[in-house]
C-alpha cells in the first residue's frame, strides 16, 4: 500500500472546489438558472466527500467511489462551467488571447494549420488522438488500481483533480471562448470522415463555452504521462507521442489556441514538478518502478 492516503487529499480537494463554487454561485450567481439547486447539490456532494473522507472505508461500494469520484465528475464539473461562466467569468481574454496568439505566430495557427496540412489521414489520426484522450486516462486507471499500482492510481488522481479542478476554478473567473466557437468550422475535405466527425460531435456536446485557456485536454494527457514515465517507464514510451498528439490535435482541430495548449502543459508540469519536490522534501513516497 501507498505510504500516502491519496484518496484523503484527492477528496479533500474536491469537497473544497464544490463548497467553494457553491459559495461563488450563492454571492455572485443570483441569474444562474436552478441557483438554489444547484447550491444544494454542491454543498451535498462536498459534505458526502468530506463525511466519506472521515470514515474512510477499506471495502465495499463506498471505498470504491472515494478512491473513484473525482474521476467521475469530472465531465459533470467541466461542463457546469457552460452554464457558469457567463454570471460569474469576466471575458475580457477572450478577446485577448487570440491578439497575443496573431501577435507571437504572425497568425492564428489554429486556422491555418488545418488549412496548410489538409491531409485526411493526418486529421483523422490526429482527431482519434483528441478523442482517445477520455478513454485512455480512465483505461490506464482502472489497470493500475486493479493490478494493485495503488501508489501510481492515487498518484494521478491526485494531480489530475489538482490541475483539472484548478482549471475549471479559472474557467469560471475568466472564461475564454475557444476557436471551436468563434472561427468556421472545418470543412471538405477534412470532413465527412469517421474520427473528425466523431470528435466535432463529442465536442459539440460534451465542450463547454469559456473552458479553453488553460487547455484541460492538455493538462490532463501531460500528467498521466509524467505519471506513467515515475511509475511504469515502459508504458509511458507510448503514452509521450500520444500526449504530443494531443496538443497537436488541439490545435489542428480548433478546439484550443496554441496559448492554451502550452498553458495546459506548463500548468501541469508546475503541479507534478510542486508535488515531487514536497514529496522527495518530506520522503513520504518511494514509487516501484517496472
Known sequence: MPSVDFARWTTTLT???LAITAA????????????????????????SLLILNRARPSAGILHVIRDWHALLLFPFLFKEVELLA?????????????????????????????ERLA????????????????????????????????AAFGELLLLLSTVLLASYLFFLLLPVDSPYYLSQRLGPPLSGHFFFDLAHQVSARGGARGGAFPSAHVSGAVVVSLVAWRHQ???????????????????YGRFHYVLDTLAGAALAIA?????????????????ARS
Open 24 to 47: 461563488l454561485i450563492a454571492i455572485f450567481g443570483s441569474t444562474v438558472p436552478e441557483r438554489f439547486w444547484l447550491i444544494a447539490v454542491h454543498l451535498t456532494l462536498s459534505g
Open 119 to 150: 491531409f485526411v489521414p493526418l486529421s483523422e489520426y490526429l482527431h482519434f488522438c483528441y478523442l482517445s484522450y477520455v478513454i485512455v486516462i480512465p483505461s490506464l486507471a482502472a489497470y493500475w488500481y486493479v493490478s494493485g499500482r495503488l
Open 15 to 17: 469537497a473544497s472546489y
Open 271 to 287: 503541479v507534478v514538478t510542486a508535488y515531487r519536490y514536497l514529496s522527495a522534501a518530506s520522503r513520504l513516497i518511494q514509487p
Open 86 to 114: 457567463p454570471v460569474l467569468g469576466d471575458w475580457r481574454l477572450t478577446a485577448a488571447i487570440p491578439a497575443w496568439e496573431s501577435a507571437l505566430f504572425a497568425g492564428q495557427p489554429s486556422l491555418y494549420l488545418s
Open 233 to 251: 517507464r515502459r508504458l509511458a514510451y507510448l503514452l509521450v507521442p500520444f500526449t504530443v498528439s494531443v496538443m497537436i490535435a488541439t490545435v
